[in-house]
């Protein structure tokens, strides 16, 4: 077992341009903690842009695509046995940079691209039946690469793609009428933005992350049902304070990453912004920072998937230029660093 020490080094440019000006207090020694497990390979083809979500101690994956072809196949995981079972089909069309989400007892699978078309349609997944059915489409515009989460007894979906990025926020009440309805609420209070990434704590939704205009950004925001009329904004993800906890904060920055909760934290990794990354990010949400955590320990990628499952979080799928993922790990946070994992 053993502990890796990362030093951070400014380029030469940075280092002219801080001479002119009131010094910073410098970047510590960074401390990393944190274990990347192997755990069974995901049992379908490797693929990238798929959608996971979780449904009590059962996480799922399906669609997504492998450069060549895009998935209708759909697999459930049990991380107590480390075993993968495929289930029903999806039924509507195979896609990829679709969206996951639960809500109660139930899975849903939303928009996406085809290779010819944005989509809006929305299928339901029941566990108990291993069946699917389709409900109320999608009350936004067709869209890909779009963030989705489920708090309490209703889904939400904001931002992604519709030929142009986008930033509303449309909340899902499945219980509603006859395939459920879709209501607008008030958009995300940042940029617009694809290939975020959101995650859910304490009933609360986060989005941060993503691209627009080719460039990535850096605001954060929190989303709470219970005061539905406006987003908070968090500390952004950059070097924008004269202290040292966001010296490395720029390094957060990327699109197409993953995200997952374990307890009371959040953890941030893979993605890219300019290059692929494997860099991972611890954030506490009672204090909006961050820390850096041990990066990933497989081959850096984009378009992976991330799920958390018993309180364990995972993350599989994804690519690198032509190569395509089928392999999964588990974070353990407070765990040291062991290469043979």
Not at 250 to 271: C, E, M, P, S, W
Request: charge should be neutral; include cysteine.
């Amino acid at each position: 077992m053993k502990r890796l020490k990362y030093f951070l080094f400014l380029p030469v440019s940075i280092i002219l341009i801080s001479l002119s000006c009131t010094p910073e207090a410098p970047t510590p020694t960074i401390d990393l903690s944190g274990n990347w497990v192997k755990r069974s390979d995901f049992e379908g083809n490797a693929r990238t842009e798929a959608v996971a979500f979780t449904i009590g101690d059962t996480a799922y994956i399906g669609t997504g695509f492998d450069g060549s072809n895009r998935y209708v196949d759909f697999w459930a995981y049990d991380p107590v046995k480390n075993f993968w079972l495929q289930r029903a089909q999806f039924p509507g069309a195979a896609r990829n940079s679709a969206v996951g989400f639960t809500v109660g007892t139930r899975g849903y699978i939303a928009t996406g691209f085809d290779g010819l078309n944005r989509l809006k349609d929305n299928w339901e997944y029941n566990p108990t039946t291993n069946t699917w059915t389709r409900r109320a489409d999608f009350g936004g515009t067709s869209r890909y690469d779009a963030v989705a989460f489920g708090i309490g007894s209703r889904g939400y979906i904001s931002t992604g793609f519709d030929g142009g990025h986008t930033k509303d926020l449309w909340e899902f009440d499945p219980a509603a009428g006859t395939n459920g309805t879709w209501t607008q609420r008030v958009s995300l209070g940042g940029s617009k933005r694809s290939a975020a990434v959101a995650f859910v704590s304490n009933n609360k939704a986060y989005v941060v992350t993503g691209i627009n205009n080719g460039n990535t950004l850096t605001d954060f925001w929190m989303y709470d049902p219970a005061n539905p009329s406006s987003w908070t904004q968090m500390r952004d993800i950059t070097n924008i304070s004269t202290e040292a906890f966001d010296n490395d904060y720029n390094d957060i920055q990327r699109h197409n990453a993953v995200a997952f909760v374990i307890g009371n934290k959040a953890y941030l990794t893979v993605g890219e912004s300019g290059a692929f990354t494997k860099r991972t990010w611890e954030y506490d949400i009672a204090t909006d920072l961050w820390v850096r955590k041990t990066p990933y320990e497989r081959t850096e990628r984009t378009g992976a998937v991330a799920f958390t499952v018993k309180g364990r979080g995972y993350v599989t799928c994804g690519k690198n230029n032509s190569f395509y993922f089928d392999d999964i790990d588990e974070f353990k946070p407070e765990d040291a660093f062991n290469s043979v994992d």
